[in-house]
Nanobody, 121 residues
Framework: QLQLVESGGGLVQPGGSLRLSCTPSGFTLDNYAIGWFRQAPGKEREGVSCISSTDDSTAYAASVAGRFTISRDNAKNTAYLQMNSLKPEDTAIYYC??????????????WGQGTQVTVSS
């Protein structure tokens, strides 16, 4: 079964950092664009960041630009989301997803189960 597995979530104080990892099961990431999404209670799933499969170009939501960094290591078959200067409003379940190109939620073919990120003092 082709799927993604996220890890690295947890509880962190405001201003803190976390690094999320995304590892595929049953396929390799190098031919796919990787997107990170998040969903807070009572809200729709929103795009956070994406990294392309062709030239590693990146895109970020305005709410996280300058604080989050997406990257990929094809040798380790893993994608990352480095999250710095975390705010309480970043609290959500974070999902990684794979597609042939960056796009909206409906673009993505494979999804992980999500990892909880809670920012609280």
């Amino acid at each position: 079964q082709l799927q993604l597995v996220e890890s690295g979530g947890g509880l962190v104080q405001p201003g803190g950092s976390l690094r999320l990892s995304c590892t595929p099961s049953g396929f390799t990431l190098d031919n796919y664009a990787i997107g990170w999404f998040r969903q807070a209670p009572g809200k729709e799933r929103e795009g956070v960041s994406c990294i392309s499969s062709t030239d590693d170009s990146t895109a970020y939501a305005a709410s996280v630009a300058g604080r989050f960094t997406i990257s990929r290591d094809n040798a380790k078959n893993t994608a990352y989301l480095q999250m710095n200067s975390l705010k309480p409003e970043d609290t959500a379940i974070y999902y990684c997803a794979a597609s042939y190109y960056c796009g909206n939620v409906r673009t993505y073919k494979y999804w992980g189960q999500g990892t909880q990120v809670t920012v609280s003092s």
